[in-house]
């Protein structure tokens, strides 16, 4: 039955079951059954901050892998000498650290304010000073892992406060393109 009623065209027996359910006395579930659903619902609706920053790592680890296609300067670029190096290395060496940081930590938050659940964003937002940063030391790491020759100073520093700002940024701006097309919908 695809038809919708009104409540005077209500067939007469489901109008009977609807005052029966209405008119029954509640039933308390057990506590401990009522304790366990409160605390999955607590649980789905407030991630760990740990969890967050392991989907935000593997978010970061594609994305920023795929950034670094647009760096000839990790000689794995199909863009041999052109990329965003030669646009950033016009402000110099310190502007293109920062470029270079913004750019490849800001493409990370940017999808991840698009694939993280609404309530991981909440989470990665409050705990962002943190999280954001962390990712960058934790990609500096890599870089050296990986045997990226990099020279601790200034450079690395600028690199560091792109790459925190960009994420910082980017992740506001995903979580406000985010909340402007969730209003439409």
Not at 76 to 99: I, T
Not at 174 to 183: C, D, E, H, L
């Amino acid at each position: 039955m695809n038809k919708n009623f009104s409540p005077k065209e209500m067939p007469k027996e489901w109008a009977d079951d609807y005052k029966t359910f209405v008119s029954t006395n509640e039933i308390q579930p057990p506590i401990h059954l009522y304790n366990k659903i409160l605390e999955r619902v607590h649980s789905d609706l407030n991630p760990p901050p740990w969890i967050v920053f392991s989907r935000l790592s593997l978010i970061h680890t594609v994305v920023g892998t795929i950034t670094l296609l647009f760096c000839p300067q990790f000689g794995f670029s199909p863009l041999s000498d052109w990329g965003l190096m030669n646009v950033f290395m016009q402000f110099g060496e310190v502007g293109c650290m920062l470029g270079c940081g913004a750019v490849y930590s800001g493409s990370s938050a940017l999808a991840a304010s698009f694939l993280l659940k609404q309530e991981e964003m909440r989470v990665l937002r409050r705990t962002e000073a943190l999280q954001i940063p962390l990712l960058g030391l934790l990609s500096i790491g890599a870089f050296l892992c990986f045997g990226a020759s990099i020279v601790f100073g200034m450079t690395i520093i600028a690199w560091l406060f792109g790459s925190i700002l960009g994420g910082m940024a980017t992740l506001e701006l995903g979580w406000w393109i985010r909340s402007k097309f969730q209003a439409i919908n």
